[in-house]
């Protein structure tokens, strides 16, 4: 590496040890390369976004969305995808309480919604579109709409009563649409047997390990070795920690074309997502 290369990343919040995981892997990460690894800290994805498109940034964990924002823009390329309960992909859906009076998407009119963040693909844009798409009039459907930054609390909402409706992701049992795995079970004190999904939409890429364009192919493919291959196995470890993965995989042309889908919601203005 002849150069010192920079990894960026946003605050963590209130995730305990977070800048000590942070930390741990840009020095394994560093040297696995042969240098060093600065950190660009920026305030959110679409600040780090711009820094990418900017070159001030080499490398970057990001969500789905904003990987499909630095794709489009041909600044970055996906190195890794997170594997996470097995799978590189998961859905989202608009559940609502089984016990409530809500039973179809007929029956949205002034409910309250929680969704987890405006840049969440999960739980608030992918969602929003697919329900629009199928004639869903957002303006009316929801009266009150709450944003809880987490999954386990859009749960949490629907547990305690202060929200009608909530989007998160969730995987499905094979060959059905009953939920195998959620990000929420057992943190928001909801079930998986409480809640019945209203709409669902999908598949959604995890997130991806982004390389800037202008990093050569000798170190991205060292990227991936650390990151897929377990070449060193330090990188890999303080990697799944940072990240709550089982592991890493190489993007495939599918996984192109899960991020390729989110072009059209990334265009729309954004009063129509």
Known sequence: MNRRLRLGLIPLGGDTGASERVRAFADAFGAALGGEVDLHKAGDYRALVAAIDQGLVDFAWLPPLSAARVVRAKSAAPAAIAVRNGTTSYMTGLLTLRSGPIKSLGDLKGVRAAWVDR??????????????????????????????????????????????????????????????????????GLSHEAVSILAHAGPIPSDIFAVHTSVDAKTVEQVQQALVDVRPAAVHAVAKELMHADGFARPTRIHMKMLESLYEILDAPPSRR
């Not at 303006?139 to 009150?144: L, N, P, R, S, T």
């Not at 709450?146 to 094979?174: K, M, P, Q, Y």
């Open 119 to 188: 840049e969440s693909a999960s739980g608030y844009v992918v969602i929003r579109a697919a329900l629009r798409a199928k004639g869903v009039s957002l303006v009316d459907a929801f009266a009150e709409e709450i944003f809880v930054r987490s999954h386990a609390e859009v749960a949490r909402a629907l547990h305690t009563g202060r929200a009608d409706v909530g989007a998160t992701c969730f995987n499905f049992v094979s060959g059905s649409v009953e939920i195998a795995r959620s990000g929420y079970r057992d943190e928001g």
